[in-house]
């Protein structure tokens, strides 16, 4: 088949899927007025393609055959390729008015299903991985992936009893020579309504008594039994807001349930082997945390820029508070820029693919996340508060009271009053404030707690060696010079991910 193009991929979401919003049935994602706007964010994953300047960058050929198919289906090797990609995702995020695509980054998720066949050995889930990956390419298929269980008590596990009911996480309800039947709900998944496939995996790590719920697989959105809850959301601009030619960006998440669904063989890459779920899931984090500080960046240059443009029109873009301010925002958004690369460069291999540095890429995710309140509450702090009392469009256009708004609400001498106005709708309406965007830092991609396990668990034993450096300093412990050269060693390779699992 081949290279979509942005219409085959729209074509292609016609296909009966189960998708309700607002207490109704969807009978087109593609044209649903709540809808559509988030399809034709993720069809720029088929656009870029078709853009000669970025052809290189969104495709790759096959070596062997030639053809050309997305570079997200490029299994990474080396720290150029994870760079690549990051070069890619942050390219179409900024091309699509600052919003990424999302209609492919989620490989990351059937990437850690790769490294868990590898890790394992088991060859029936590595010769699925590979069959499924070459589906992908030849159909040029776009996936969400399928990981948060709605979880009910959260301090229970899966199979403990004590749960209201056994459906909290996703399990295997049946199996039988064709396949598999899974139950369950997966929740917050974005893009679900508008991909072709889902890659369903568990996620946290599991029990012996928990094996039924370790299970990964992938399956077409439409499959018999899955319904999604869609996420209604708004977009903002309407009769009140300065009109901006400009398409509007954003996405949507879904519940996504699983009502006794039949998954073959085929595509099964987990199937009770209850060690290996913690590999799985926390190799996609790795993956995916990366993916997230990556396409942040394309929102926190829109934020700076505004914060920049709203202090130079209110004429206190040189005093010292601000500019101070504005450095903590520089400081900000360049730390994101730095982790996100440094997570590439000092990459690990797991199972034969680069997989950007664990402790890198978490502290890239924790950092963003953690400080974007802060971030957020610096910029609201230099718009003052017309960022939320100002006057609408539909004012400004009055002939009695428009004229008052242009002499009265104005800035500097080059600072007209439309200007500031429309500087700070762009703050309201894109993704930068508001509670939903608050939320969205904190937990998409994982919560703050999820990237503080992941830090501390793979830098522990990096600790054991700050302790020994520290008695050996302080004279607890007698080391010879040579030992001593050694343990400089020792730290001298902490971060630069030359590990293989
Ligand atoms: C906009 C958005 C997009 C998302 N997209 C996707 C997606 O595409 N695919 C996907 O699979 N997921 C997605 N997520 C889900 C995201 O990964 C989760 O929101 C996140 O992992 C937190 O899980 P939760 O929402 O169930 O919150 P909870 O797990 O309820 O967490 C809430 C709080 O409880 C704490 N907590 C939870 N369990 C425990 C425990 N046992 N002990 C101590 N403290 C605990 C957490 O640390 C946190 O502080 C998305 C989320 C958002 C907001």
Request: hydrophobic share 40%; proline share 4%; net charge negative.
């Amino acid at each position: 088949m081949g290279l979509k193009t942005p219409e085959e991929f729209k074509e292609s979401l016609r296909d009966g899927r189960e998708v309700f919003l607002a207490g109704e049935k969807v009978e087109d994602v593609t044209t649903h007025p709540k809808l559509k706007v988030a399809v034709e964010t993720a069809a720029f994953d088929y656009v870029m393609p078709e853009m000669p300047e970025y052809r290189d960058l969104a495709v790759v050929k096959d070596e062997k055959t030639g053809e050309e198919f997305s570079r997200y289906f490029y299994r990474p090797k080396t720290g150029d390729d994870l760079l690549k990609r990051h070069e890619l995702m942050l390219t179409a995020s900024r091309l699509n008015y600052t919003t990424t695509p999302f209609a492919r980054e989620m490989i990351d998720s059937f990437n850690g299903c790769v490294v868990t066949a590898h890790a394992m050995g088991n060859k029936d889930y590595i010769e699925r991985t590979d069959a499924y990956l070459e589906h992908l390419k030849k159909n040029d298929l776009s996936l969400a992936g399928a990981i948060t269980d709605v979880k009910g008590d959260r301090s229970l596990r899966a199979a403990d009893p004590k749960q209201r009911h056994g459906d909290y996480y996703l399990r295997v309800i049946d199996k039988n020579k064709e396949g598999i039947v899974v139950r369950g709900a997966k929740v917050h998944i974005t893009a679900a309504p508008y991909v072709n496939e889902l890659l369903v995996m568990p996620c946290r790590n599991m029990t012996e008594a928990d094996a039924d719920y370790a299970v990964a697989f992938a399956i077409p959105a439409n499959a018999k039994g899955i319904k999604m809850v869609a996420h209604p959301f708004d977009w903002h601009r309407g009769p009140f807001d300065f009109p901006v030619d400009l398409p509007v960006r954003s996405h949507t998440d879904a519940l996504v349930i699983f009502d006794d669904v039949f998954v073959p063989w085929e595509r099964v890459f987990l199937c009770g082997e209850w060690q290996y779920a913690a590999t799985t899931v926390y190799n996609f984090a790795y993956l995916h945390r990366h993916t997230a500080v990556t396409y942040h960046i394309a929102w926190v240059e829109l934020i700076v820029g505004l914060a920049a443009a709203i202090a130079e029109y209110n004429g206190i873009k040189r005093a010292s508070n601000v500019r101070d301010q504005m450095t903590e925002l520089i400081f900000y958004l360049n730390t994101m820029k730095s982790l996100a690369r440094a997570s590439c460069m000092d990459n690990v291999v797991h199972g034969g693919l680069a997989i950007p540095n664990p402790v890198t890429a978490n502290c890239a995710k924790y950092y963003y996340a953690n400080n974007y309140h802060t971030i957020t509450k610096i910029v609201e702090d230099i718009c003052g508060g017309l960022l939320t009392t100002a006057p609408t469009y539909a004012d400004w256009q009055d002939s009695e009271i428009g004229g008052y708004m242009d002499k009265y609400l104005g800035g500097t001498a080059n600072a007209s009053a439309e200007a500031r106005l429309r500087v700070l709708q762009a703050l309201r309406h894109y993704p930068c404030l508001g509670m939903e965007l608050d939320v969205n830092n904190i937990h998409a991609e994982g919560s703050l707690m999820a990237a503080r396990l992941a830090i501390y668990g793979e830098a522990r034993q990096d600790l054991e060696l700050y302790k020994k450096l520290a008695e050996v300093l302080s004279g607890v412990t007698k080391t010879s010079w040579e030992e001593y050269v050694d343990l400089c060693e020792d730290l001298s390779k902490i971060g630069k991910g030359d590990s293989e699992v």
